[in-house]
Nanobody
């Protein structure tokens, strides 16, 4: 069983920054991802990083503003979010995948955290 615990969410004003952290108990060679679910909407892909950190994918809506990284020695994954916008308001979920390479495919992530709320006010 893989356990994921997110932290770092909160409320900020537009233009502000937050850093989300995910503590992962699973093997470090697999892809890790961040997804989010805005109020009243479906869960959507945000970013993913391969096991070796050699490849990363981002949703178009966050490119240039969000950065995903990982520290395999500590078994943690991070999402640095800069220049936040009100439309970034969502519950953010960390996910542990079943393949090594980065992927946007929701179906290739088997384990999910409980989520952390991010609220951006205008």
């Amino acid at each position: 069983q893989v356990n994921l615990v997110e932290s770092g969410g909160g409320s900020v004003q537009a233009g502000g920054s937050l850093r989300l952290t995910c503590a992962d108990s699973g093997p470090t060679r697999f892809v890790m991802g961040w997804f989010r679910q805005p109020p009243g909407k479906e869960r959507e892909f945000v970013a993913s990083i391969s096991g070796s950190s050699s490849s990363k994918y981002y949703a178009d809506s966050v490119k240039g503003r969000f950065t995903i990284s990982r520290d395999n020695a500590k078994n943690m994954v991070f999402l640095q979010m800069d220049n936040l916008r009100p439309e970034d308001t969502a519950v953010y979920y960390c996910a542990h995948g079943t393949i090594i390479g980065a992927t946007t495919d929701h179906g290739l992530y088997k384990y999910w955290g409980q989520g952390t709320q991010v609220t951006v006010s205008s």
